[in-house]
């Protein structure tokens, strides 16, 4: 079990919807769930806390993350992931799932 917190610079999140935060996938399922929440939090930076069963690969999540922050304005979230061996795509799938439930306020 590997755990890690960094921020991450960031655009800010611009949003009017009404639920502070979404969640994405299901951990026990096998792969991973992503929660986001905004609110609270400095504009500029993309808070990340990752909980993952695979050791070792602290680099490569911290690559995923700093590109993702670069690329969507995720700035005030705080993003939560716990993670059971998943793929680099489905990280970034599930991460992308639960900023646009966020910015839509979808459920």
């Known amino acids: ?12 999140l611009k949003t009017t919807a009404g639920k502070p935060w979404a969640l994405a996938g ?7 769930e992503v929660l986001v929440e905004h609110g609270n939090r ?4 993309m808070e990340c806390h990752v909980e993952t ?8 999540w911290l690559a ?5 922050a670069h690329h969507y304005p995720a700035g005030g ?6 993670d059971q061996g998943a793929p680099p795509v489905l990280v970034n799938l599930r991460l992308r799932q639960a900023y646009d439930h966020l910015i839509k306020g979808d459920k």
Do not use: C, Q, W
Not at 1 to 12: G, I, N, Q, R
Not at 26 to 32: A, E, F, I, T
Not at 64 to 68: S, T
């Open 26 to 32: 299901v951990v026990g399922s096998g792969n991973l």
């Open 64 to 68: 995923a993350l700093a590109d993702f």
């Open 1 to 12: 079990m590997e755990k890690f917190t960094k921020a991450f610079p960031s655009k800010p």
């Open 53 to 60: 069963s695979i050791p070792g690969y602290k680099a490569s």
């Open 42 to 45: 400095p504009a500029g930076a």
């Open 77 to 82: 979230t705080k993003v939560t992931i716990n």
